[in-house]
């Protein structure tokens, strides 16, 4: 097969994919107003901020403050009450009777990644543009905090340089640098089997995947991504996630005991990407924190799932990655074991969004590509990709994944076992500002809509070791809010149109024009 897909040759691919990277995450040079953020004045904020008027969710118990106000100072959530506060100095917001909940978190993204299947040389301004949005769809949707585990690190921190100086409208970024992989594990293609320009680009943006050799370069490894991060982040399956591509190494008890060893003393939780039992039997004999993603491939007994009610694992499921990826566009037939009713109603569900939301979310254009990429699957055979250099996954996983792995789950939330949302935003199909799309599917999957809540709130932050300063309401916290029109323990699709976003105390976002009269903020 000829060796140029989709407009660019694969040894250009990667160079494509890095420049994209690299490029986006330069540093913008702008103050640090809000100017320019939607539907919100050019505002010199105050020390102070009041919130009044509010029915402030209680993301614990579910109890609701009917008429609530509260007062952020500096930031961060300095009183709590029932009664109005009332000040002539005070800029106030009027939350005119709104839901209010804490920011959301999405637990599992990889930010400086460009979520399609192929670049297109021409398309590199595209995605240049879209990355720097991917960020702003995270506020305009409520998320204030993400978890990157999977980055080009040098990039990274361009990113994070433009957020914290106001140059784009973007959530907390918390991360863990590059994945600490065994070299050919997942993600499991080299880079410089793509490209020649992988090795000289990466000084340039860094390695999404350490792909260590050996024990030596695993230590390297380890101390170079300690650099202020808040987790290490493993693989720890031993099969690839592409078609026809098999078994992959995966990392000895030499490796797991300095792994560990090295989380445990620089106080780095750890957590593993999982999808295959193998995986599960592996990192649960250590000291993790949580799974990314659930396991496809066994149903996990009671026992085993006991197992991390004990150690205090928790798991990111991420259900949206296996709605995303059942692609049905890879067969003449879908097997019938792969078929009940909720998944039958999960494919309508992804039509849906593919065909009229997924635009709102990603440039037009390039989800037309991804759409037509999936073309490939028939064109070439699943069997046939990998050795034509065209690395689309293996849809069986995830089908697989949305019957025994949603049943993993299920059996996981009855057992008390903590689960927090992530999408896995900057994946194919995986677009950010999608985070509604997982509270909304663990809805269909029986979740109360407290727990969904919960989720993506207090549950996230205790994934991220953060409780003491995100997913509550409450004093001493930071002042990252969100005001919703309806109910969010009674309607879920309330998470499609926060109405304001306030992160650090400052207003960020609102879906309506917002008016100052006086030191009152209302939106019209």
Known sequence: MNDNTNGITRRNFLKASMVVA????????????????KNIPDLKYQRDLILNNAKIVNVVDGSIIENGSILIRDGVISEVREEPFVSDSVLTVNCEGKYVIPGLIDAHCHSTMSPVFSVDAGDLFKHIDQQKKNLNQCIEHGVTTIRDVGALPISLRGLIKNVESGAVNGPRIVYCNSIININGGHPDIDPTDVSLLAGPLSLFTGDIAANFKNMKELNNSLEENAENASLVKLTVDNKSVFCKKGEIPAYTDEHYAKIMDFAEKKELPVSCHCHYKYGFDHATRYSINSLEHVVTDELLTDEEVQVMVDKNVAIVPTMTIAASMLMEEAYETIPPEFMDDFVEEELRIRRDYFSKEAVQHF???????????????????????????????????????????????????????????????????????????????????????LAVLQTATINNAKILKMEDRLGSI???????????????????SCYRDPSLVIKDGKLVYSSKEVVKTGQVLRTI
Do not use: W
């Open 474 to 492: 409450e004093k001493g916290k930071y002042a990252d809010i969100v005001l919703l029109n309806t109910n969010p323990l009674k309607d879920v």
């Open 22 to 37: 690299a490029s986006a995450a330069l540093p913008v040079s702008t103050g640090c107003s809000t100017t320019g953020y």
């Open 363 to 449: 440039d037009g254009e390039l989800h037309r590509k991804n759409m037509n990429y999936l073309k490939k699957y028939r064109e070439v055979g699943k069997d046939k990709l990998v050795e034509n250099h065209i690395y689309l996954v293996n849809p069986d996983i995830y089908f697989n994944m949305m019957r025994k792995g949603r049943a993993n789950v299920d059996k996981m939330r009855q057992a008390g076992v903590l689960i927090g949302c992530g999408i896995d935003a900057g994946m194919p199909f995986a677009y950010f500002g999608g985070l509604y799309r997982e509270l909304e599917l663990f809805s269909r999957m029986g979740f109360s809509s």
